[in-house]
Antibody, heavy 118, light 106 residues
C-alpha cells in the first residue's frame, strides 16, 4: 500500500533552514490527481497547514509562512520536500506530510519532530 | 483566512455514551469540511469528508452533518478506541484551516 515517510534533521539552529523530505512508497508520486501537503503541529497544539504541491507544478502556501517556505517535488526520486528559512523556536513542531485529492488528507506520514534550538 | 471554531475543547464521556462535537466556520464553506481523529503520538486519521461522507473503514457509529457554517460530528455508543482528539478542517479555499481540536476523554 502507499506510504509516506518524512525524513530530515531533528534539530535545527535558530536562523537556519529547516529541510524535510517526504518519500512516497508503493505508488508513483506522479500518478493520480493528488496534492502533496505539509502540515505541522507544535507540541500540545493544533494542526497548521503549511502548503501543498501538485505534480503539475502548482504550489500553494499558507500566507502566514509564504515568505519563508518552499515546497518542491522530485518525480525522479518519488518525493517532495519542504524548506523553511530563518527558523525560530516557534517553528518547533512535529511535521507531517500528507496526500489528498482536493482537500481532505486521506494519507499521512507518521510525522517527524523538528526542534529549533541552539 | 477562514477560521474554524470547535466546541467543546474538552469532552468527558463514558463508554456507551453518545457525544456530539460541533465546528463553526467564520464564513460559508458549503460542504467542504473534513473530520479527523488523532491519538497521542500518531498522525491524524481522516474520518469524514464533504461534511457527511464517512471514509472507507470508519465505523458506522460515527456520523456527521452540516453545511454552510455549522457542522457536527456525532459518535454513538462510544468505544474505548474512540477516546482521542478530533479536528475539523475546511477546504473551501486552498488555504486549509483546522479547528483547535476537541479532546474526548473518559
Amino acid at each position: 500500500q502507499v506510504q509516506l515517510q518524512e525524513s530530515g534533521p531533528g534539530l535545527v539552529k535558530p536562523s537556519q533552514t529547516l529541510s524535510l523530505t517526504c518519500t512516497v512508497s508503493g505508488a508513483s508520486i506522479s500518478s493520480g490527481a493528488y496534492y502533496w501537503n505539509w502540515i505541522r503541529q507544535p507540541a500540545g497544539k493544533g494542526l497548521e497547514w503549511i502548503g501543498r504541491v501538485y505534480t503539475s507544478g502548482t504550489i500553494n502556501y499558507n500566507p502566514s509562512l509564504q515568505s519563508r517556505v518552499t515546497i518542491s517535488v522530485d518525480t525522479s526520486k518519488n518525493d517532495f520536500s519542504l524548506k523553511l528559512t530563518s527558523v525560530t523556536a516557534a517553528d518547533t513542531a512535529v511535521y507531517y506530510c500528507g496526500r489528498g485529492l482536493s482537500g481532505p488528507l486521506e494519507l499521512w506520514g507518521r510525522g517527524t519532530l523538528v526542534t529549533v534550538s541552539s | 483566512d477562514i477560521q474554524m471554531t470547535q466546541s467543546p475543547s474538552t469532552l468527558s464521556a463514558f463508554v456507551g455514551d453518545s457525544v456530539t462535537i460541533t465546528c463553526r466556520a467564520s464564513q460559508s464553506i458549503s460542504s467542504w469540511l473534513a473530520w479527523y481523529q488523532q491519538k497521542p503520538g500518531k498522525a491524524p486519521k481522516l474520518l469524514v469528508f464533504r461534511a457527511s461522507t464517512l471514509e472507507t473503514g470508519v465505523p458506522s457509529r460515527f456520523s456527521a452533518s452540516g453545511s454552510g457554517t455549522e457542522f457536527s460530528l456525532t459518535i454513538s455508543s462510544l468505544q474505548p478506541d474512540d477516546f482521542a482528539t478530533y479536528y475539523c478542517q475546511q477546504y473551501n479555499s486552498y488555504l486549509y484551516t483546522f479547528g483547535q481540536g476537541t479532546k474526548l476523554e473518559i
